[in-house]
């Protein structure tokens, strides 16, 4: 099991709830498919006008974390 990050840039102003949706999709499309704990510890202004960088941190095991096709 470790401790991983990911980061969206996203709207400013995006609810909780919308970005904790955006980050699950996020991951999935990384195929990362079973996490726990995806609390929202940061949220950063960007250079652009109106986006912000949401980041969030997470648990996952390693044996959860489907093989990416891409890379094989």
Known sequence: MG???TSLELPAG????????KAGAQLRVQDVHTWSDLPLPTILTTDSPGISRY?????VDDDNRRPNSANW
């Open 55 to 59: 980041t969030f941190t997470y648990w």
């Open 14 to 21: 995006t609810g909780r709830d919308d970005a904790e949706k």
């Open 3 to 5: 401790i991983e990050r």
